[in-house]
């Protein structure tokens, strides 16, 4: 590879942060070397790469390193402007598309961590406010998907439909670790038939880890957190 | 068709004067409508930002946008003048990166080491300055976060440039001071000394009021 455009990611398999970033990369067919991680015992070149978060994902292009999987993503849209486009052209619909991913990302990242690490009363308050606000996104996709079908390929998949995906792409993993019922195709429609959509991608199924894995990963995570806050 | 641009806004809201600073610093004419988001919002504001319910909103031609960084880039794309984001791509992403730490880490650190109650202080002071410390090494020697200009970056860390120290003042909390934070201190002052960040802020005793009433409140 020249050194002209050398491209390094640092990430972590079972982080969906560093996943968006993979697939953004795979979908624009850039060529990337991977490190993977050790969060145990992180590489002194990730900590010098981001010493403010000391955290994975980071992008090194051409020895520059970035970091915050959303900032990568807008970072890599600017720089290799081929198809798919991470972000429509006009301002509105990228405000938009801002607006829904920042509202994944802080809305509800955070209450399915809580739905997937904790059990009893806990769990069931995190799992009403997630159907709540699954409830919200739903209304709010209606907008970009106006005749109530998505339609995502490999030319116009985007930002947002790789950030529902990182969060939400392994809802039958989840379903099945759990028992309980995450995306209802009954109650959101919409969201049920984009997730749908998004994982039929041949680019996506051959970066998603086989289900066994996610199964144990996810089994393994939620028996670690459970136990930590016996 | 004239262009219409509005902003829904809460006159004490550091989210809402960084809109209103963008559009200012891009000399971008707009009508403000004041919300009282404490106890009346309007219907209006419900109407354009039902998911959150929040101000800032910016209305352009009837479109609605809501979340402050949102806002600040939708202005950018729009209006061409005066740019708040440098040029090249990786210069723009280390400015996002920035704008995002003040959002998600600075503020809330901030907020929390500043509502503490004395006997709690020492840990959230300890954690709001490790932030502070980190910022500071953004600003890299440069008189704005933005290089000679006022910039993205600039306009997030507004609630530090400007109503920190008023909330020093009024708790007696010392979190940013010239001994500890020289470089960042320094900018605090070009930053209001600024004459477009002059007018974009909100009165200090009116501020300064709120604050101390707040805290009444909190004591009772």
């Not at chain 1, 000391?54 to 992008?59: D, G, Q, T």
């Not at chain 2, 704008?99 to 809330?108: M, T």
């Not at chain 2, 970056?153 to 909330?167: E, K, P, Q, T």
Request: aromatic share 10%; hydrophobic share 40%; charged share 30%.
């Amino acid at each position: 590879m020249g050194e002209e455009n050398k491209v390094i990611l640092h990430g972590v398999w079972a982080s969906p942060f560093s996943k968006r970033v993979e697939l953004a990369l795979k979908l624009k067919g850039i060529p990337f070397e991977y490190v993977e991680e050790d969060l145990q015992n992180k590489s002194p070149q990730l900590l010098r790469c981001n010493p403010v978060h000391k955290k994975i994902p980071v992008l090194v292009h051409n020895g520059k390193p970035i970091a915050e999987s959303l900032v990568i993503l807008e970072y890599i849209d600017e720089t290799w402007k081929n198809s798919p486009r991470l972000l429509p052209k006009d301002p509105y619909k990228r405000a938009k598309v801002r607006f829904w991913t920042s509202f994944v990302q802080q809305q509800l990242f955070d209450t399915m961590f809580t739905v997937t690490k904790t059990e009893g009363e806990a769990q069931r308050k995190a799992v009403k406010e997630v159907s709540e606000k699954l409830q919200v996104l739903e209304e709010g996709i209606k907008e970009l998907f106006p005749n109530g079908n998505p339609c995502i390929d490999s030319q116009n998949i985007g930002l947002l439909d790789i950030v529902i995906l990182s969060l939400l792409g392994p809802h039958k993993v989840q379903e099945e670790v759990l028992g309980i019922k995450i995306i209802d195709p009954e109650k959101t429609p919409l969201i049920f038939a984009w997730l749908t959509a998004i994982n039929q991608l041949t680019v996506v199924k051959e970066a998603t880890p086989p289900h066994d894995k996610l199964v144990a990963l996810l089994k393994f995570l939620r028996e670690n957190s459970l136990k930590s806050s016996a | 068709m004239a262009e219409e641009v509005k902003v829904f806004g809460a006159w004490g809201s550091p989210f809402s004067r960084r809109v209103e600073l963008a559009l200012q610093l891009k000399g971008v004419q707009y009508e403000y409508i004041e919300e009282d988001v404490h106890k009346n919002k309007s219907p209006l504001l419900l109407k354009y930002n039902p998911v959150h319910k929040k101000v800032p909103v910016l209305l352009h031609n009837g479109k609605p946008i809501a979340e402050s960084l949102v806002i600040l880039e939708y202005i950018e794309e729009t209006w061409k003048g005066n740019p708040i984001l440098p040029e090249d791509p990786y210069d723009r992403a280390m400015a996002r990166f920035w704008a995002k730490f003040i959002d998600e880490k600075c503020l809330p650190a901030i907020w929390k080491a500043g509502w503490s109650p004395e006997s709690e202080r020492e840990k959230p002071v300890e954690e709001a300055c490790e932030c502070l410390k980190t910022l500071e090494s953004a600003l890299g020697g440069k008189r704005f976060f933005g290089g000679d200009k006022v910039g993205m970056v600039d306009i997030a860390a507004n609630f530090i440039g400007y109503w920190l120290r008023l909330i020093q003042e009024v708790t007696g909390m010392e979190l940013l001071s010239a001994e500890k934070f020289p470089e960042l201190f320094k900018w605090t002052d070009e930053f209001v000394s600024c004459s477009v960040v002059k007018g974009s802020l909100p009165p200090r005793d009116k501020l300064l009021a709120f604050f101390k009433a707040r805290i009444a409140e909190t004591m009772d």
